[in-house]
Protein backbone atom coordinates (compact mmCIF):
# COMPACT_ATOMS: atom_id res chain seq x y z
CA UNK A 1 0.00 0.00 0.00
CA UNK A 2 1.46 3.16 -0.81
CA UNK A 3 1.35 5.96 2.13
CA UNK A 4 -0.78 8.72 0.31
CA UNK A 5 -4.55 9.61 1.01
CA UNK A 6 -5.57 10.13 -2.43
CA UNK A 7 -4.82 6.39 -2.98
CA UNK A 8 -7.47 5.37 -0.48
CA UNK A 9 -10.15 4.90 -2.90
CA UNK A 10 -8.18 3.21 -5.19
CA UNK A 11 -6.72 0.91 -2.73
CA UNK A 12 -10.84 0.55 -1.51
CA UNK A 13 -12.27 0.97 -5.15
CA UNK A 14 -13.74 -3.06 -5.41
CA UNK A 15 -15.72 -2.68 -1.81
CA UNK A 16 -16.39 1.05 -1.92
CA UNK A 17 -17.10 2.05 -5.27
CA UNK A 18 -20.95 0.65 -5.51
CA UNK A 19 -21.76 1.74 -2.02
CA UNK A 20 -20.50 5.16 -2.30
CA UNK A 21 -22.19 5.90 -5.76
CA UNK A 22 -25.59 4.81 -3.55
CA UNK A 23 -25.47 7.34 -1.18
CA UNK A 24 -26.49 9.86 -3.27
CA UNK A 25 -29.29 8.36 -5.53
CA UNK A 26 -30.37 11.30 -6.86
CA UNK A 27 -26.93 12.69 -8.24
CA UNK A 28 -26.40 13.79 -12.02
CA UNK A 29 -24.17 11.35 -13.29
CA UNK A 30 -23.34 14.34 -16.22
CA UNK A 31 -22.48 16.25 -12.91
CA UNK A 32 -20.27 13.16 -11.18
CA UNK A 33 -18.87 12.80 -14.44
CA UNK A 34 -17.64 16.32 -15.15
CA UNK A 35 -16.41 16.80 -11.72
CA UNK A 36 -14.06 13.36 -12.15
CA UNK A 37 -13.16 14.69 -15.63
CA UNK A 38 -12.05 17.98 -13.94
CA UNK A 39 -10.29 17.07 -11.33
CA UNK A 40 -8.38 14.39 -13.76
CA UNK A 41 -7.33 17.06 -15.81
CA UNK A 42 -6.20 19.24 -12.91
CA UNK A 43 -3.85 15.78 -11.64
CA UNK A 44 -2.49 15.82 -14.85
CA UNK A 45 -1.84 19.91 -15.16
CA UNK A 46 -0.07 19.42 -11.87
CA UNK A 47 2.07 16.65 -13.30
CA UNK A 48 3.01 18.41 -16.07
CA UNK A 49 4.40 20.93 -14.38
CA UNK A 50 6.00 19.51 -10.96
CA UNK A 51 9.30 20.77 -10.50
CA UNK A 52 12.12 18.37 -8.46
CA UNK A 53 14.59 19.10 -6.49
CA UNK A 54 18.25 18.06 -5.61
CA UNK A 55 16.67 16.48 -2.61
CA UNK A 56 14.27 14.72 -4.52
CA UNK A 57 17.61 13.49 -6.18
CA UNK A 58 19.18 12.60 -3.06
CA UNK A 59 16.17 10.81 -2.22
CA UNK A 60 15.12 8.85 -4.58
CA UNK A 61 18.37 8.00 -6.93
CA UNK A 62 21.27 5.59 -6.42
CA UNK A 63 23.69 8.26 -6.58
CA UNK A 64 27.78 7.91 -6.03
CA UNK A 65 27.28 7.85 -2.43
CA UNK A 66 24.95 5.13 -2.64
CA UNK A 67 25.96 3.10 -5.37
CA UNK A 68 29.56 1.86 -3.76
CA UNK A 69 27.98 0.08 -1.12
CA UNK A 70 25.84 -2.71 -0.58
CA UNK A 71 23.61 -3.38 2.67
CA UNK A 72 24.04 -6.50 4.20
CA UNK A 73 22.06 -6.02 7.25
CA UNK A 74 20.65 -3.60 9.37
CA UNK A 75 20.74 -4.13 13.49
CA UNK A 76 18.07 -1.77 15.12
CA UNK A 77 17.71 -0.80 18.71
CA UNK A 78 14.72 2.01 19.83
CA UNK A 79 13.80 2.74 23.11
CA UNK A 80 10.51 5.32 22.54
CA UNK A 81 9.54 7.65 25.03
CA UNK A 82 5.51 7.26 25.16
CA UNK A 83 5.14 10.13 27.07
CA UNK A 84 7.47 12.93 25.43
CA UNK A 85 6.84 11.01 21.72
CA UNK A 86 10.72 10.92 21.42
CA UNK A 87 13.12 8.24 20.80
CA UNK A 88 16.73 7.19 21.59
CA UNK A 89 18.20 4.41 19.38
CA UNK A 90 21.21 2.94 16.71
CA UNK A 91 21.09 1.16 13.52
CA UNK A 92 23.92 -0.83 12.96
CA UNK A 93 24.49 -1.32 9.82
CA UNK A 94 26.54 -4.17 8.06
CA UNK A 95 27.94 -3.20 4.58
CA UNK A 96 29.97 -4.77 1.59
CA UNK A 97 32.20 -2.49 -0.29
CA UNK A 98 30.65 -3.23 -4.20
CA UNK A 99 32.73 0.09 -5.96
CA UNK A 100 36.31 1.74 -5.66
CA UNK A 101 34.37 5.34 -6.06
CA UNK A 102 33.66 6.54 -2.45
CA UNK A 103 33.27 10.25 -2.78
CA UNK A 104 30.84 10.34 0.81
CA UNK A 105 28.71 7.69 2.18
CA UNK A 106 25.34 9.12 2.16
CA UNK A 107 22.72 8.41 5.34
CA UNK A 108 19.50 9.55 5.39
CA UNK A 109 17.60 10.50 8.35
CA UNK A 110 14.72 13.30 8.78
CA UNK A 111 14.20 16.14 10.67
CA UNK A 112 13.73 16.33 13.36
CA UNK A 113 15.67 13.06 14.69
CA UNK A 114 19.28 13.67 14.58
CA UNK A 115 22.23 11.97 14.39
CA UNK A 116 24.11 11.75 17.83
CA UNK A 117 27.66 9.79 16.12
CA UNK A 118 28.92 7.47 13.83
CA UNK A 119 31.23 4.85 14.58
CA UNK A 120 32.73 2.67 11.56
CA UNK A 121 33.78 -1.24 12.63
CA UNK A 122 33.24 -0.55 16.39
CA UNK A 123 36.20 1.59 16.20
CA UNK A 124 36.42 4.57 14.68
CA UNK A 125 34.49 7.69 14.99
CA UNK A 126 33.70 9.38 11.91
CA UNK A 127 33.04 13.23 11.23
CA UNK A 128 29.88 14.32 8.67
CA UNK A 129 28.17 16.92 7.31
CA UNK A 130 24.38 17.59 7.03
CA UNK A 131 22.32 18.65 3.86
CA UNK A 132 18.27 18.68 4.76
CA UNK A 133 17.83 15.08 5.58
CA UNK A 134 20.95 13.29 4.25
CA UNK A 135 24.55 13.51 6.30
CA UNK A 136 27.10 12.55 4.38
CA UNK A 137 29.92 10.48 6.13
CA UNK A 138 33.40 10.96 5.94
CA UNK A 139 34.75 7.49 5.57
CA UNK A 140 38.40 5.94 4.53
CA UNK A 141 39.08 4.22 1.79
CA UNK A 142 38.01 1.00 2.13
CA UNK A 143 39.00 -2.47 -0.21
CA UNK A 144 36.76 -3.72 -2.58
CA UNK A 145 35.06 -6.54 -1.58
CA UNK A 146 35.21 -5.75 2.03
CA UNK A 147 32.27 -6.38 4.90
CA UNK A 148 32.27 -3.14 7.63
CA UNK A 149 29.84 -2.17 10.00
CA UNK A 150 28.69 1.69 10.73
CA UNK A 151 26.95 2.17 13.99
CA UNK A 152 24.61 5.64 13.80
CA UNK A 153 23.25 6.25 17.36
CA UNK A 154 19.94 8.89 17.05
CA UNK A 155 17.10 10.57 18.67
CA UNK A 156 14.57 13.12 18.45
CA UNK A 157 11.40 13.89 18.42
CA UNK A 158 10.14 11.93 15.20
CA UNK A 159 7.31 12.78 12.71
CA UNK A 160 4.34 12.29 14.48
CA UNK A 161 1.89 9.86 11.43
CA UNK A 162 -1.11 12.65 11.50
CA UNK A 163 -3.38 9.81 9.46
CA UNK A 164 -1.74 6.71 9.73
CA UNK A 165 -0.92 4.77 7.16
CA UNK A 166 -1.51 7.20 4.52
CA UNK A 167 1.01 9.79 6.42
CA UNK A 168 3.35 8.57 7.67
CA UNK A 169 5.68 8.21 10.98
CA UNK A 170 5.19 7.41 14.65
CA UNK A 171 1.63 6.51 15.82
CA UNK A 172 1.55 7.26 19.78
CA UNK A 173 -2.14 6.07 20.64
CA UNK A 174 -4.34 4.45 23.10
CA UNK A 175 -5.94 1.16 23.38
CA UNK A 176 -9.53 0.96 24.23
CA UNK A 177 -8.48 0.55 27.47
CA UNK A 178 -6.59 3.88 27.69
CA UNK A 179 -2.79 1.75 27.39
CA UNK A 180 0.01 3.41 25.75
CA UNK A 181 -0.11 1.46 21.62
CA UNK A 182 3.02 2.70 19.68
CA UNK A 183 4.07 1.76 16.01
CA UNK A 184 5.19 3.13 12.87
CA UNK A 185 4.36 3.53 8.89
CA UNK A 186 6.62 4.86 6.42
CA UNK A 187 6.03 3.51 3.12
CA UNK A 188 6.54 6.12 0.31
CA UNK A 189 8.04 8.38 2.98
CA UNK A 190 10.62 6.61 3.50
CA UNK A 191 11.76 4.53 7.14
CA UNK A 192 14.85 7.41 7.51
CA UNK A 193 11.80 9.35 9.22
CA UNK A 194 12.23 6.74 11.82
CA UNK A 195 15.39 5.92 11.42
CA UNK A 196 19.06 6.37 9.88
CA UNK A 197 19.30 4.24 6.33
CA UNK A 198 20.11 4.21 3.33
CA UNK A 199 16.71 5.25 2.14
CA UNK A 200 16.60 3.91 -1.39
CA UNK A 201 14.10 1.11 -2.63
CA UNK A 202 16.64 -1.19 -4.71
CA UNK A 203 18.91 -1.77 -1.66
CA UNK A 204 17.19 -4.40 1.00
CA UNK A 205 19.13 -5.77 3.53
CA UNK A 206 20.62 -9.13 1.77
CA UNK A 207 21.11 -11.18 4.71
CA UNK A 208 17.94 -9.98 7.01
CA UNK A 209 17.89 -7.64 10.20
CA UNK A 210 16.98 -7.07 13.77
CA UNK A 211 14.57 -5.17 15.63
CA UNK A 212 15.33 -4.21 19.22
CA UNK A 213 13.07 -2.64 21.29
CA UNK A 214 13.41 -1.38 24.98
CA UNK A 215 9.90 -0.91 26.33
CA UNK A 216 7.56 -0.34 29.79
CA UNK A 217 7.84 -3.52 31.73
CA UNK A 218 3.80 -3.31 31.05
CA UNK A 219 4.34 -3.46 27.63
CA UNK A 220 5.32 -6.16 25.07
CA UNK A 221 7.35 -5.26 21.60
CA UNK A 222 6.50 -7.02 18.34
CA UNK A 223 8.26 -7.04 15.14
CA UNK A 224 9.52 -9.15 12.00
CA UNK A 225 10.32 -12.68 11.43
CA UNK A 226 10.80 -14.38 14.92
CA UNK A 227 11.73 -13.45 19.04
CA UNK A 228 15.36 -14.33 19.75
CA UNK A 229 14.96 -13.10 23.41
CA UNK A 230 13.16 -11.08 26.16
CA UNK A 231 14.94 -9.66 29.09
CA UNK A 232 14.02 -7.78 32.00
CA UNK A 233 16.00 -4.60 32.50
CA UNK A 234 15.11 -4.31 35.97
CA UNK A 235 14.62 -0.54 35.64
CA UNK A 236 10.73 -1.02 34.69
CA UNK A 237 11.76 -1.77 31.29
CA UNK A 238 12.09 -4.64 28.69
CA UNK A 239 13.97 -5.66 25.90
CA UNK A 240 12.70 -7.69 23.08
CA UNK A 241 14.65 -8.44 20.09
CA UNK A 242 12.96 -9.92 16.89
CA UNK A 243 14.72 -10.82 13.69
CA UNK A 244 14.63 -11.53 10.02
CA UNK A 245 16.83 -13.92 7.92
CA UNK A 246 15.72 -12.67 4.30
CA UNK A 247 16.04 -9.46 3.07
CA UNK A 248 13.36 -7.02 3.75
CA UNK A 249 12.43 -3.24 2.09
CA UNK A 250 13.35 -0.79 5.13
CA UNK A 251 10.16 0.27 5.29
CA UNK A 252 9.32 -3.18 5.90
CA UNK A 253 11.20 -3.51 9.29
CA UNK A 254 8.50 -2.16 12.12
CA UNK A 255 8.15 -1.65 15.79
CA UNK A 256 4.72 -2.84 16.96
CA UNK A 257 4.38 -1.79 21.11
CA UNK A 258 1.21 -2.55 22.94
CA UNK A 259 -0.60 -4.85 25.65
CA UNK A 260 -0.06 -8.14 23.20
CA UNK A 261 -0.92 -10.95 23.57
CA UNK A 262 -0.23 -14.28 20.86
CA UNK A 263 -1.43 -17.53 19.73
CA UNK A 264 -0.02 -20.25 17.36
CA UNK A 265 -0.16 -22.50 14.66
CA UNK A 266 1.25 -25.08 12.72
CA UNK A 267 0.16 -24.91 8.85
CA UNK A 268 1.08 -27.28 6.05
CA UNK A 269 1.72 -24.96 3.58
CA UNK A 270 3.40 -25.98 -0.50
CA UNK A 271 6.59 -25.68 1.05
CA UNK A 272 5.89 -27.73 4.49
CA UNK A 273 6.00 -26.25 7.89
CA UNK A 274 4.80 -23.12 8.31
CA UNK A 275 4.54 -21.17 11.62
CA UNK A 276 1.57 -18.98 11.80
CA UNK A 277 1.52 -16.72 14.63
CA UNK A 278 -0.98 -13.96 15.42
CA UNK A 279 -0.49 -10.94 18.16
CA UNK A 280 -2.78 -9.45 19.40
CA UNK A 281 -4.47 -6.71 22.01
CA UNK A 282 -5.01 -8.77 25.21
CA UNK A 283 -8.65 -7.98 24.55
CA UNK A 284 -9.09 -9.31 21.39
CA UNK A 285 -7.60 -12.63 21.87
CA UNK A 286 -11.13 -14.76 22.00
CA UNK A 287 -12.31 -12.68 19.34
CA UNK A 288 -8.90 -13.26 16.99
CA UNK A 289 -8.87 -16.89 17.62
CA UNK A 290 -12.68 -17.11 16.39
CA UNK A 291 -11.62 -15.41 13.28
CA UNK A 292 -8.44 -14.79 11.78
CA UNK A 293 -7.36 -18.67 11.24
CA UNK A 294 -9.62 -18.92 8.42
CA UNK A 295 -8.83 -16.14 6.39
CA UNK A 296 -5.58 -16.76 6.91
CA UNK A 297 -6.05 -20.62 5.92
CA UNK A 298 -8.14 -19.17 2.84
CA UNK A 299 -5.38 -16.95 1.99
CA UNK A 300 -2.80 -19.07 1.89
CA UNK A 301 -4.53 -21.84 0.02
CA UNK A 302 -5.65 -19.16 -2.73
CA UNK A 303 -2.64 -17.33 -2.86
CA UNK A 304 0.19 -20.39 -3.15
CA UNK A 305 -1.96 -22.37 -5.43
CA UNK A 306 -1.76 -18.93 -7.87
CA UNK A 307 1.66 -17.96 -7.25
CA UNK A 308 3.77 -19.95 -5.74
CA UNK A 309 5.11 -20.79 -1.79
CA UNK A 310 4.54 -18.41 0.80
CA UNK A 311 8.32 -16.46 -0.05
CA UNK A 312 9.15 -16.24 3.53
CA UNK A 313 9.09 -19.60 5.74
CA UNK A 314 12.00 -19.35 7.33
CA UNK A 315 10.59 -15.98 9.35
CA UNK A 316 7.36 -17.08 10.14
CA UNK A 317 4.26 -15.44 9.33
CA UNK A 318 2.15 -12.96 11.92
CA UNK A 319 -0.97 -10.92 11.76
CA UNK A 320 -0.41 -8.09 14.90
CA UNK A 321 -3.05 -5.10 15.62
CA UNK A 322 -2.94 -1.92 14.83
CA UNK A 323 -5.24 0.79 15.25
CA UNK A 324 -4.63 2.04 11.65
CA UNK A 325 -5.90 0.22 8.61
CA UNK A 326 -2.89 -2.20 8.05
CA UNK A 327 0.10 -2.34 6.02
CA UNK A 328 2.24 -5.35 4.41
CA UNK A 329 4.98 -5.54 7.13
CA UNK A 330 7.21 -8.32 5.92
CA UNK A 331 6.40 -11.26 8.12
CA UNK A 332 4.33 -9.16 10.21
CA UNK A 333 1.54 -7.89 8.61
CA UNK A 334 -0.17 -4.97 10.26
CA UNK A 335 -3.79 -5.68 11.00
CA UNK A 336 -6.51 -3.01 11.64
CA UNK A 337 -10.25 -3.83 9.85
CA UNK A 338 -11.82 -4.31 13.27
CA UNK A 339 -12.43 -8.38 12.46
CA UNK A 340 -15.10 -7.78 10.52
CA UNK A 341 -15.78 -8.59 6.07
CA UNK A 342 -14.86 -6.30 3.53
CA UNK A 343 -13.15 -2.91 4.43
CA UNK A 344 -14.23 -2.74 7.79
CA UNK A 345 -17.64 -3.80 7.55
CA UNK A 346 -18.11 -2.14 4.28
CA UNK A 347 -18.44 -3.23 0.57
CA UNK A 348 -20.72 -4.87 -2.17
CA UNK A 349 -21.15 -8.48 -3.34
CA UNK A 350 -17.97 -10.42 -3.09
CA UNK A 351 -15.95 -7.57 -0.66
CA UNK A 352 -18.22 -8.64 1.59
CA UNK A 353 -17.19 -12.62 2.02
CA UNK A 354 -13.65 -11.94 3.14
CA UNK A 355 -11.47 -9.55 4.99
CA UNK A 356 -10.19 -7.32 2.74
CA UNK A 357 -6.89 -6.37 4.67
CA UNK A 358 -5.85 -10.13 5.59
CA UNK A 359 -6.00 -10.82 2.14
CA UNK A 360 -5.10 -7.31 0.02
CA UNK A 361 -1.92 -6.99 2.57
CA UNK A 362 -0.66 -10.60 2.92
CA UNK A 363 -0.51 -10.27 -1.11
CA UNK A 364 2.08 -8.22 -1.05
CA UNK A 365 3.90 -11.20 0.53
CA UNK A 366 4.22 -12.27 -3.01
CA UNK A 367 4.42 -8.86 -4.97
CA UNK A 368 5.99 -5.93 -2.82
CA UNK A 369 8.07 -7.95 -0.65
CA UNK A 370 9.25 -11.13 -2.60
CA UNK A 371 9.98 -8.79 -5.28
CA UNK A 372 10.44 -5.09 -5.07
CA UNK A 373 10.81 -2.56 -7.40
CA UNK A 374 14.08 -0.88 -7.28
CA UNK A 375 12.28 2.16 -7.46
CA UNK A 376 9.22 4.07 -6.72
CA UNK A 377 8.25 5.18 -9.97
CA UNK A 378 7.44 1.27 -10.31
CA UNK A 379 5.56 0.53 -7.73
CA UNK A 380 2.49 -1.03 -9.90
CA UNK A 381 4.71 -3.93 -9.85
CA UNK A 382 3.42 -3.88 -5.69
CA UNK A 383 0.09 -2.20 -5.99
CA UNK A 384 -1.17 -3.26 -9.27
CA UNK A 385 -0.06 -7.09 -8.46
CA UNK A 386 -1.91 -7.32 -5.40
CA UNK A 387 -4.66 -5.54 -6.33
CA UNK A 388 -5.15 -8.52 -8.71
CA UNK A 389 -4.08 -10.93 -6.28
CA UNK A 390 -7.89 -10.03 -4.77
CA UNK A 391 -9.22 -11.23 -8.24
CA UNK A 392 -7.45 -14.66 -8.08
CA UNK A 393 -8.73 -14.87 -4.13
CA UNK A 394 -12.37 -14.48 -5.34
CA UNK A 395 -11.17 -16.85 -8.40
CA UNK A 396 -10.22 -19.47 -6.07
CA UNK A 397 -12.85 -19.25 -3.26
CA UNK A 398 -15.75 -18.81 -5.62
CA UNK A 399 -14.54 -19.84 -9.25
CA UNK A 400 -14.09 -17.68 -12.44
CA UNK A 401 -17.10 -15.59 -12.75
CA UNK A 402 -16.75 -13.94 -9.27
CA UNK A 403 -12.99 -13.35 -10.40
CA UNK A 404 -14.43 -11.32 -13.58
CA UNK A 405 -17.15 -9.76 -11.88
CA UNK A 406 -14.58 -8.35 -8.49
CA UNK A 407 -12.29 -7.66 -11.21
CA UNK A 408 -14.76 -5.61 -13.51
CA UNK A 409 -15.94 -4.19 -10.27
CA UNK A 410 -12.48 -2.46 -8.96
CA UNK A 411 -12.79 -0.08 -12.52
CA UNK A 412 -15.09 2.53 -10.34
CA UNK A 413 -11.59 3.69 -8.88
CA UNK A 414 -10.06 4.15 -12.21
CA UNK A 415 -9.13 7.77 -12.46
CA UNK A 416 -6.85 8.18 -15.89
CA UNK A 417 -5.59 11.26 -14.39
CA UNK A 418 -1.98 10.28 -14.75
CA UNK A 419 0.24 7.88 -15.91
CA UNK A 420 1.10 4.87 -13.56
CA UNK A 421 4.78 4.82 -14.11
CA UNK A 422 5.75 8.62 -13.14
CA UNK A 423 9.40 9.60 -13.36
CA UNK A 424 12.69 7.50 -12.44
CA UNK A 425 15.17 8.48 -9.76
CA UNK A 426 13.57 11.17 -7.85
CA UNK A 427 11.35 9.15 -5.40
CA UNK A 428 7.75 9.89 -7.56
CA UNK A 429 4.92 7.83 -6.98
CA UNK A 430 2.32 7.53 -10.02
CA UNK A 431 -0.90 7.31 -10.45
CA UNK A 432 -3.45 5.70 -7.36
CA UNK A 433 -4.60 3.72 -10.94
CA UNK A 434 -1.54 1.21 -10.11
CA UNK A 435 -3.81 -0.46 -8.18
CA UNK A 436 -7.65 -1.39 -10.07
CA UNK A 437 -6.05 -0.38 -13.29
CA UNK A 438 -3.15 -2.27 -13.07
CA UNK A 439 -5.25 -5.37 -12.11
CA UNK A 440 -7.75 -4.84 -14.40
CA UNK A 441 -4.47 -5.15 -17.17
CA UNK A 442 -3.26 -8.43 -15.84
CA UNK A 443 -6.59 -9.64 -16.04
CA UNK A 444 -7.01 -8.69 -19.57
CA UNK A 445 -3.41 -10.24 -20.02
CA UNK A 446 -4.96 -13.23 -19.00
CA UNK A 447 -7.48 -13.90 -20.40
CA UNK A 448 -5.75 -12.58 -23.82
CA UNK A 449 -3.81 -15.83 -23.28
CA UNK A 450 -6.63 -17.80 -22.19
CA UNK A 451 -4.68 -20.54 -20.53
CA UNK A 452 -5.08 -19.96 -17.27
CA UNK A 453 -2.00 -22.76 -16.12
CA UNK A 454 0.23 -20.88 -18.63
CA UNK A 455 -0.92 -17.71 -16.82
CA UNK A 456 -0.53 -19.71 -13.63
CA UNK A 457 3.16 -20.68 -14.05
CA UNK A 458 3.89 -16.91 -15.41
CA UNK A 459 2.49 -15.79 -11.92
CA UNK A 460 4.54 -18.55 -9.82
CA UNK A 461 7.45 -18.25 -12.17
CA UNK A 462 7.64 -14.62 -11.61
CA UNK A 463 7.84 -15.67 -7.82
CA UNK A 464 10.67 -17.90 -8.28
CA UNK A 465 12.77 -16.61 -10.66
CA UNK A 466 13.27 -12.90 -9.22
CA UNK A 467 12.93 -14.78 -5.46
CA UNK A 468 14.30 -12.06 -2.76
CA UNK A 469 14.81 -9.52 -5.62
CA UNK A 470 14.32 -5.85 -6.21
CA UNK A 471 13.55 -5.66 -9.53
CA UNK A 472 12.73 -2.92 -12.69
CA UNK A 473 9.70 -3.21 -14.36
CA UNK A 474 11.26 -3.54 -17.47
CA UNK A 475 12.32 -7.37 -16.43
CA UNK A 476 8.50 -7.89 -15.25
CA UNK A 477 6.95 -6.97 -18.69
CA UNK A 478 9.69 -8.81 -20.26
CA UNK A 479 9.17 -12.07 -18.38
CA UNK A 480 5.31 -12.00 -18.88
CA UNK A 481 6.03 -11.54 -22.97
CA UNK A 482 8.26 -14.19 -22.82
CA UNK A 483 6.42 -16.73 -20.62
CA UNK A 484 3.07 -15.51 -21.46
CA UNK A 485 3.96 -16.13 -25.62
CA UNK A 486 2.88 -12.84 -26.91
CA UNK A 487 5.36 -9.48 -26.95
CA UNK A 488 2.60 -7.48 -24.50
CA UNK A 489 5.08 -4.58 -24.48
CA UNK A 490 2.45 -1.92 -26.19
CA UNK A 491 -0.32 -3.31 -23.80
CA UNK A 492 2.05 -1.83 -21.07
CA UNK A 493 3.07 0.95 -22.68
CA UNK A 494 -0.78 1.66 -23.10
CA UNK A 495 -2.28 0.73 -19.39
CA UNK A 496 1.09 1.77 -17.25
CA UNK A 497 2.66 4.95 -19.40
CA UNK A 498 -0.89 7.07 -20.72
CA UNK A 499 -4.01 7.66 -19.59
CA UNK A 500 -5.66 6.63 -22.85
CA UNK A 501 -8.26 3.78 -22.75
CA UNK A 502 -8.43 2.04 -26.02
CA UNK A 503 -11.26 1.43 -27.68
CA UNK A 504 -12.18 -1.25 -30.17
CA UNK A 505 -14.06 -0.50 -32.94
CA UNK A 506 -16.05 -3.22 -35.04
CA UNK A 507 -18.39 -4.39 -37.75
CA UNK A 508 -19.76 -7.29 -38.24
CA UNK A 509 -20.79 -8.19 -41.74
CA UNK A 510 -24.36 -8.54 -42.45
CA UNK A 511 -24.39 -12.32 -43.09
CA UNK A 512 -22.69 -12.81 -39.70
CA UNK A 513 -19.57 -14.28 -41.53
CA UNK A 514 -17.19 -11.77 -41.26
CA UNK A 515 -15.99 -9.08 -38.34
CA UNK A 516 -13.98 -6.27 -39.68
CA UNK A 517 -11.89 -4.39 -36.38
CA UNK A 518 -9.28 -1.92 -35.04
CA UNK A 519 -7.96 -0.20 -31.98
CA UNK A 520 -7.92 3.62 -31.71
CA UNK A 521 -7.02 6.33 -29.03
CA UNK A 522 -4.32 4.07 -28.44
CA UNK A 523 -0.74 4.04 -28.33
CA UNK A 524 0.79 3.29 -31.91
CA UNK A 525 1.03 -0.42 -32.48
CA UNK A 526 -1.35 -1.22 -29.64
CA UNK A 527 -2.30 -5.01 -30.09
CA UNK A 528 -3.95 -6.90 -27.19
CA UNK A 529 -5.20 -10.08 -28.33
CA UNK A 530 -8.83 -11.10 -27.96
CA UNK A 531 -10.24 -14.44 -27.00
CA UNK A 532 -13.99 -14.22 -26.70
CA UNK A 533 -15.44 -17.13 -25.43
CA UNK A 534 -19.45 -18.49 -24.50
CA UNK A 535 -19.29 -22.14 -23.64
CA UNK A 536 -17.72 -24.21 -26.70
CA UNK A 537 -18.23 -21.12 -28.67
CA UNK A 538 -14.81 -19.29 -28.82
CA UNK A 539 -13.16 -16.78 -31.28
CA UNK A 540 -9.69 -15.19 -31.09
CA UNK A 541 -9.02 -11.80 -32.85
CA UNK A 542 -5.61 -9.95 -32.94
CA UNK A 543 -6.50 -5.81 -33.80
CA UNK A 544 -3.89 -3.23 -34.18
CA UNK A 545 -4.59 0.37 -34.74
CA UNK A 546 -5.41 -1.23 -38.70
CA UNK A 547 -8.21 -2.61 -39.66
CA UNK A 548 -8.51 -6.10 -40.03
CA UNK A 549 -11.01 -8.53 -40.97
CA UNK A 550 -11.80 -12.18 -39.77
CA UNK A 551 -14.05 -14.81 -40.88
CA UNK A 552 -16.58 -16.35 -38.47
CA UNK A 553 -18.13 -19.84 -37.92
CA UNK A 554 -21.46 -20.39 -37.45
CA UNK A 555 -22.38 -18.34 -33.67
CA UNK A 556 -19.38 -16.42 -33.57
CA UNK A 557 -20.68 -13.28 -34.42
CA UNK A 558 -23.10 -13.09 -31.00
CA UNK A 559 -19.88 -12.95 -29.32
CA UNK A 560 -19.11 -9.52 -30.60
CA UNK A 561 -21.20 -7.72 -27.72
CA UNK A 562 -19.97 -4.48 -25.83
CA UNK A 563 -20.93 -6.20 -22.32
CA UNK A 564 -19.38 -9.42 -23.42
CA UNK A 565 -16.20 -7.69 -24.41
CA UNK A 566 -16.25 -5.43 -21.59
CA UNK A 567 -16.69 -8.58 -19.01
CA UNK A 568 -13.13 -9.80 -19.97
CA UNK A 569 -11.17 -6.79 -20.83
CA UNK A 570 -10.87 -3.11 -19.73
CA UNK A 571 -11.15 -1.25 -23.14
CA UNK A 572 -13.95 0.75 -24.82
CA UNK A 573 -16.01 -0.55 -27.60
CA UNK A 574 -17.66 1.27 -30.43
CA UNK A 575 -19.86 -1.13 -32.73
CA UNK A 576 -20.27 0.43 -36.21
CA UNK A 577 -21.68 -0.01 -39.39
CA UNK A 578 -18.75 0.41 -41.69
Given at each position: MITRPILLCCLLAPLLGVAQSNTQPNANPDSVRARRARMAAQAREAYAHKVFTHADTLRGSNGAERAWWDIQRYDITVKPDYNTKSTVGSNLITYKVVGNNQPALQID?????????????????????????????????????????????????????????????WTWTKDSLGRPWMTVTCQGLGASVWYPCKDYQGDEPDKGGSMTMIVPDSLVGVSNGRLQFKKSNGDGTTTYKWAVVNPISNYCLIPYIGKYVTFHEDFQGEKGHLDLDYWVLDYNLQRAKDYM????HNMLHAFEHWMGPYPFYE????????????????????????????????????????DFIIIHESGHEWFGNNLTTKDLADMWVHEGFTNYSETLFADYMWGAEAGNEYNVATRSGIRNDRPIIPRYGVNEEGSGDMYPKGGNMLQAIRHSIDNDEQWRQVLRGLQKTFYHQTVTTAQVEHYVSAHGGFDFSKVFDQYLRTVQIPDLEFAV????????YRY????AGFNLPLTLSSGSTKVKIFPTDQWKTTPLKTGEAGLFTEEGIKKMYYIGVKQTTT
Open positions: LMDPLHIESVVANGKETLSYTKEGNVYHIKTPKQAMGSINTLKISFSGTPVEAKRPPWNGGPTQVDSYKLVDVEHTGMEHQSAVAYGNHYAFGYRGRGPNYGQRYGADGKTVKTNCV
